[in-house]
Every structure is written in structure tokens, then in C-alpha cells.
């Protein structure tokens, strides 16, 4: 029997992904605990992240950090800012 499943949301309103909710729930601790008090790019957001998880986790980090990433924006739990390169952050 499968576990749960989390549809993500986009922000421009495109079409989400399903995935297992055990890892959409520990990309989503990581993201908002790598960004806690500080700024980063997506790079060095996604660079944190694969630090952070690659002992934990067998699958491909940089795609669900990105899925995630995208979902929290649509919910308004992580922002993306305006300047140049982007970087992301708790409002």
C-alpha cells in the first residue's frame, strides 16, 4: 500500500507534482531551517540542502528541492525576492 501524497502547487499557477509526503515534509523542515535569519540564491540554497540531506535521502535533491522550493512559494511560506541574482527567504 502507498504512503501519502502532497500535491505541490506552482506559483505562476502551473500544473504540481505528487510526491511522497514524508519527503515533501523533510524538504520543507530543510528549506525553512536552511533559510532561517538569512538569504540565499538557488544555488546556494539547493548547495546547503545537498550538504544537508545527501546521507538521508537516495533521491534526486536537486528536483525535489526545487519542487518544494516552488510549492512554498505559491503558499506564501518562503518569498523570492526582486534583486539580482534572486534569492529566497522567510517574509
Keep these: 500500500m502507498a504512503g501519502a ?3 505541490t502547487r506552482h506559483p505562476q499557477g502551473k500544473r ?3 510526491i511522497p ?7 520543507k ?3 525553512v531551517s536552511t533559510l532561517r535569519g538569512r538569504e540565499l540564491t538557488h544555488t ?3 548547495d546547503q540542502l545537498q ?5 538521508g535521502f537516495d533521491g534526486n535533491i536537486s528536483w525535489y528541492a ?3 522550493k516552488l510549492d512554498l512559494e505559491a503558499r506564501r511560506i518562503i518569498e523570492r525576492t ?3 541574482p534572486q534569492r529566497y527567504r522567510l517574509p
Excluded at 509526503?21 to 524538504?27: M, N, Q, R, S, V
Design 82 to 84: 526582486a534583486s539580482t
Design 44 to 46: 546556494e540554497l539547493v
Design 66 to 68: 526545487m519542487t518544494v
Design 29 to 31: 523542515r530543510a528549506i
Design 5 to 7: 501524497k502532497v500535491m
Design 51 to 55: 550538504q544537508r540531506l545527501r546521507r
Design 16 to 18: 504540481g507534482r505528487t
Design 21 to 27: 509526503e514524508a519527503d515533501y515534509e523533510l524538504f
